[in-house]
Nanobody, 119 residues
Framework: QVQLVESGGGLVQPGGSLRLSCGVSGLTFSNFGMRWYRQAPDKERALVATISRGGDTRTYADSVQGRFTISRDNTKNTVYLQMNSLKPEDTAVYYC????????????WGQGTQVTVSS
């Protein structure tokens, strides 16, 4: 059974930092590209950051470029999202996603963790 479990969310003041973690089990972690998405109230789920299987390629949404850093530890089956200089508009539920587009394909999601940026 595949499980993705996010942690590290919470309430933080504008300008603060949080580090999200997503622990993965039930699949070969190093075979999957990993992504972080977020969904704010009354908005569609949006892609925040991606990291390749080996961690050598990373991409970011324009809105978080230079503030967020995605990383992974394939020895711990964990992906991280370091979020700095947080803004109120970063408030959302953050989801991690494991995706493999070559056979055998797979697309798995965590349950989400709430991040609230407010003074």
């Amino acid at each position: 059974q595949v499980q993705l479990v996010e942690s590290g969310g919470g309430l933080v003041q504008p300008g603060g930092s949080l580090r999200l973690s997503c622990g993965v089990s039930g699949l070969t972690f190093s075979n999957f590209g990993m992504r972080w998405y977020r969904q704010a109230p009354d908005k569609e789920r949006a892609l925040v950051a991606t990291i390749s299987r080996g961690g050598d390629t990373r991409t970011y949404a324009d809105s978080v470029q230079g503030r967020f850093t995605i990383s992974r530890d394939n020895t711990k089956n964990t992906v991280y999202l370091q979020m700095n200089s947080l803004k109120p508009e970063d408030t959302a539920v953050y989801y991690c996603n494991a995706r493999r587009i070559t056979f055998p394909t797979g697309d798995y999601w965590g349950q989400g963790t709430q991040v609230t940026v407010s003074s």
